[in-house]
């Protein structure tokens, strides 16, 4: 079981993570954090940063970017262009949003297994994270055509019994 620190403002994110995590992490999610408070980090196997919506925000400031880059604690930064992130180093994992479950869960099971196996899962990531944006554009023709579609409207030759019954007699006034 590892210890993980999230840093999601959005709560719905925030919880949808620490689910996916659960059983098998110990997940400790907060909206914002300072600068001072990345000192607490050497207390945790892993650290997730959603720096997009922080970065929305206006919460990512120079100096948390700095002391993320300072820290030792492997990260999975979470980032809409991978072009445009700005923490450079070691035990960094760029997982590209929207959250994928795959490479997600590949990117933390590649920081926290021990080292021997974190560069073959790190490989498989990148592997897997370059053939899901390459096969993104023909994947949405695939699964339409796996679907079988049915026809909905059945043409019904058949007439409707006949009424049974009285007409009850009409009162006269």
């Known amino acids: 079981m590892g210890k993980v620190f999230l840093i999601e403002p959005l709560k719905v994110l925030r919880q949808a993570i620490t689910l996916s995590l659960f059983p098998e992490h110990d997940v400790m999610g907060k909206d914002d954090i300072g600068a001072s408070e990345v000192a607490g980090f050497k207390d945790y196997d892993l650290l997730i940063v959603d720096a997009a919506a922080l970065r929305e925000r206006n919460r990512l400031t120079p100096d948390i970017i700095r002391a993320i880059q300072g820290c030792k604690t492997p990260t999975v930064w979470l980032e809409e ?93």
């Open 81 to 173: 262009d991978p072009s445009s992130h700005t923490v450079k180093r070691e035990k960094l994992v760029i997982v590209k949003k929207p959250i994928e479950k795959e490479p997600f869960q590949l990117a933390v099971a590649g920081l926290l297994s021990p080292p021997g196996h974190a560069k073959e899962r790190i490989g498989s990531l990148v592997a897997a994270t370059s053939k899901g944006t390459a096969k993104k554009g023909s994947g949405e023709t695939s699964e339409q055509s796996a679907f079988r579609f049915i026809d909905l409207v059945d043409v019904v030759d058949d007439k409707p019994p006949p009424k049974q019954g009285k007409k009850a007699p009409r009162k006269s006034k």
